[in-house]
T-cell receptor, first 113, second 111 residues
């Protein structure tokens, strides 16, 4: 079946430091990969979308300078939160899409001290 | 871009009653409308979806209705059970692009 793995599941970093999270799609050909953030008490905001043969597209309020994404192939994606501060805490979800369906990973929960 | 409004932020129903969660969207190009459930401290779990070529879909106790004219879709959970308690998110997509999520509805089913 189609599965999306994310690593790590939880992480804690000190304010001003950076942390990297990974996403892997298994069992299907992902045509796009999207990263979302759910801040405390909020909904899921799209950070960036990466599609086959296209550059990574960042949503308003999110930049490549702050959330650089590495995408060597559509089965694997990693995103770094650079210079993390309190407002960056939350659940980071990776969604890998094939056709209409989007499969979500379990998320990486980031705590910033 | 697309804006998805989820009208009920909280909803309480008695066990066995029906729960209805309503969402509206703005982009007429949206054609795919999934629903997800999030339990405390966990990730998103797919519940049911509907595409724009139909106006109703049912899966066991779940019914999704779509009114393209009004740009409105809704999730109906019939014969609710305590384990249905969770936060439900609606989303809209133009088919092959990213999803836009509503703000979530916290559903409590009272035994």
């Amino acid at each position: 079946g189609a599965l999306v793995y994310q690593y790590p599941r939880r992480t804690i970093c000190k304010s001003g430091t950076s942390m990297r999270m990974e996403c892997q799609a298994v069992g299907f050909q992902a045509t796009s990969v999207a990263w979302y953030r759910q801040s405390p008490q909020k909904t899921f905001e799209l950070i960036a979308l990466s599609t086959v043969n296209s550059a990574i597209k960042y949503e308003q309020n999110f930049t490549q300078e702050k959330f650089p994404i590495s995408h060597p192939n559509l089965s694997f994606s990693s995103m770094t939160v650079l210079n993390a501060y309190l407002e960056d805490r939350g659940l980071y979800l990776c969604g890998a899409r094939t056709g209409y369906e989007q499969y979500f990973g379990p998320g990486t929960r980031l705590t910033v001290l | 871009g697309e804006k998805v409004e989820q009208h009920e932020s909280t909803l309480s129903v008695r066990e066995g009653d029906s729960a209805v969660i309503n969402c509206t969207y703005t982009d007429t190009a949206s054609s795919y409308f999934p629903w997800y459930k999030q339990e405390a401290g966990k990730s998103l779990h797919f519940v049911i979806d509907i595409r724009s070529n139909v106006d109703r879909k049912q899966s066991q106790r779940l019914i999704v209705l779509l009114d393209k004219k009004a740009k409105r879709f809704s999730l109906h959970i019939t014969a609710t059970q305590p384990e249905d308690s969770a936060i439900y998110f609606c989303a809209a997509s133009t088919g092959y692009q990213n999803f836009y999520f509503g703000k979530g509805t916290s559903l409590t089913v009272i035994p």
